[in-house]
């Protein structure tokens, strides 16, 4: 988070929310909630899937160092596994805003939902493409999420976490069925508890 803010703009203060993870079968989902200081752009802000690597880990730092508040949250795959993948990203949405060094006056939230706030809040549909506090908030979640992707990917080798973060691809659920399921594997999603439910059903039937 950001301190130092130029608290004559706090009536201005929106906050853009979005998350990444989702649809991986493994690690947790992270959220960011980004205040951008309108008196310091930055510049090329866009839906981070469509930024190239280099180019989100750039706008990562300048983020960061511009912004008047930043907070970058998550939800675990236990608590994944517990509440389901929509209420533990909401979940991680509010820790994402409640963790700003600021209240914004207002949170809008990439997608058709919002988790509750305390502050008044508005879905925006493919805000990360609109809306550049959102867009700055897909960064510095995605760049997050990737990095720690990475650092699974040598705990946990064989998988191919660092090159697909942990999404469904072929590659991955062939080292899934080879290798089975690890502690950072989402057990209620669809793919790990089937592996899980073959083991439980061999086992039983030895």
Known sequence: MQLGLDFSLVEALVAG????????????????A???DPTRPIQGLNDSKKLSEARRER?????REKALAWCIARAEVEEID????????????QRAVEGLAVTPKLAL????????????????????SQVPAIAAASILAKVSRDREMCELDRLYPGYGLAGHKG??????????QAL??????RRSFAPVRRLLEEAQAATFSI
């Open 109 to 128: 939230i990439d997608g058709n939902r919002c988790p509750r706030l305390a502050v008044p809040a508005a879905p925006v549909v493919k805000g990360d």
């Open 167 to 176: 999404y469904p691809t072929p590659t991955h659920l062939a080292a899934l």
């Open 59 to 63: 706008l990562f730092d300048e983020i």
């Open 34 to 36: 980004v205040i951008l």
């Open 17 to 32: 929310v979005d998350e990444v993870g989702r649809g991986p079968l493994c690690g947790p989902v992270v959220t960011a």
């Open 82 to 93: 517990r509440l389901n993948i929509l209420h533990a990203t909401m979940l991680a949405m």
């Open 180 to 185: 089975g399921v690890t502690p950072i594997h």
